[in-house]
């Protein structure tokens, strides 16, 4: 099994820089994909970004691009999403996630996840 717990979400302003942090635990970590999603209330939860266990893969969603960098340390057991010149529009809880096959985007394709964080930008 894994567990997934979120943190280093918070409120920045517009144009400013956020990381947020996912701890995770299992045996079988380290051949997790991992991505991060956010959700906004009444909508459906979207992709942010993914990675595989080795870094080799990398996705992002079009709105996120250029702007937020998905990476992990396997190691430390930790994925990390860097957050930069934020919009308004990033606002969302953001949720970390893992599966345990190969590298997939949809959040239905994930078999864990953690609490979520909340992240507010001001304008």
């Known amino acids: 099994q894994v567990q997934l717990v979120e943190s280093g979400g918070g409120l920045v302003q517009a144009g400013g820089s956020l990381r947020l942090f996912c701890t995770a635990s299992?045996?079988?970590?380290?051949?997790?994909?991992m991505g991060w999603f956010r959700q906004v209330p009444g909508k459906e939860r979207e992709f942010v970004a993914a990675i595989s266990w080795s870094g080799s893969w990398i996705s992002y969603a079009d709105s996120v691009k250029g702007r937020f960098t998905i990476s992990r340390d396997t190691a430390k057991k930790m994925v990390y999403l860097q957050m930069n010149t934020l919009h308004p529009e990033d606002t969302a809880v953001y949720y970390c996630?893992?599966?345990?096959?190969?590298?997939?985007?949809?959040?239905?394709?994930?078999?864990?996840w953690g609490q979520g964080t909340q992240v507010t930008v001001s304008s």
């Open positions: 996630a893992a599966r345990m096959g190969a590298t997939m985007t949809p959040p239905s394709e994930y078999d864990y």
């Open positions: 299992g045996r079988t970590f380290i051949s997790n994909t």
